[in-house]
């Protein structure tokens, strides 16, 4: 089944060439996740590393990346504590499948990346910010806890005392300053064309190598220092002796690949 004929009411998918772009579809909601939402997001990521894709933009409609949970949902259905552990255990599913696919996601951010839609963001490899991005995690406000992995993968870029502060007093990054304490990599004019310059840069890669950067380091994240040095080894041995790479080095050793130096 190809990644179009896939039904996702909630995401809009076009592929170019071995780059998905994934955008989120609802604009009226300020992209607010959704349970059926997330769903979909599970659905999408157990199809794309079959998919041939070799690189995602993630990016929205609108003029929001995403406002994160959708409270007026969550009201309504007034759950249980039951009923809301079993639904962040769907968010872990979703971004833990994004993050740990092997596949390069690179964010394109916008208007609100807030609450949840900050998670969804930290769950990409790279996030790509424009003037317009502001980053907030405003749960103590609200009676809430962040449940869709913040205090795993926000805590990461920014450090756990910058969380507690956004979660207790609201505060708001954006700017350089957001750049500056992690929470984006690129601070630009045009989030989505600098996304989808990253990506096909990222899909040139040998497959391989994107699979081993894209989800071994993050497992290598949660070992022992010492267990991480022997998983390393092995990732290392195998992807180090693959064929792509020594094309790669061939080219290299005879002068006919790129160099990397600065412009």
Same mark, same amino acid.
């Given at each position: 089944?190809? =990644?179009?004929?896939?039904?996702?009411?909630?995401?809009?998918?076009?592929?170019?060439?071995?780059?998905a772009t994934v955008r989120l579809n609802r604009p009226d909601k300020r992209n607010a996740l959704d349970g059926d939402t997330i769903e979909q997001f599970i659905t999408l990521f157990n199809a =794309?590393?079959?998919?041939? $894709?070799?690189a995602v933009v993630l990016c929205a +409609?609108?003029?929001h990346f995403s406002a994160g949970l959708d409270l007026v949902?969550?009201?309504?259905?007034?759950?249980?504590?039951?009923?809301?552990? =079993? $639904?962040?255990?769907?968010?872990h599913e979703a971004f833990n499948k994004m993050e740990y696919s092997g596949i390069p996601v690179i964010a394109a951010l916008k208007g609100a990346v807030v609450g949840g839609g900050l998670e969804l963001a930290s769950s990409a490899h790279i996030r790509v910010s424009d003037q317009t991005t502001y980053f907030a995690l405003p749960e103590?406000?609200?009676?809430?806890?962040?449940?869709?992995?913040?205090?795993?993968? $926000?805590?990461? =870029?920014?450090?756990?005392?910058?969380?507690?502060?956004?979660?207790?007093?609201?505060?708001?990054y954006k700017g350089q300053e957001a750049m500056d304490v992690g929470l984006c990599q690129y601070l630009v004019e045009d989030s989505e064309a600098k996304a989808q310059e990253l990506a096909h840069i990222a899909a040139k890669n040998p497959p391989l190598s994107n699979f081993a950067i894209c989800s071994a380091i993050s497992h290598m994240q949660n070992m022992s220092a010492f267990d991480a040095s022997? +998983?390393?080894?092995v990732v290392a041995g195998i992807v180090n002796t693959q064929p792509a790479s020594r094309e790669l080095l061939a080219a290299f050793a005879n002068k006919t690949g790129a160099r990397i130096k600065p412009e």
């Open positions: 089944m190809s =990644l179009e004929s896939l039904v996702l009411p909630n995401l809009q998918i076009s592929i170019d060439s071995t780059v =794309l590393p079959r998919s041939g $894709v070799r +409609a609108g003029n949902e969550h009201h309504k259905l007034d759950r249980s504590a039951a009923d809301f552990m =079993l $639904v962040c255990m769907r968010w103590g406000q609200r009676g809430l806890f962040t449940g869709g992995g913040a205090t795993i993968r $926000v805590a990461d =870029l920014i450090g756990k005392s910058r969380m507690i502060d956004m979660m207790l007093t609201g505060r708001i022997y +998983a390393e080894a």
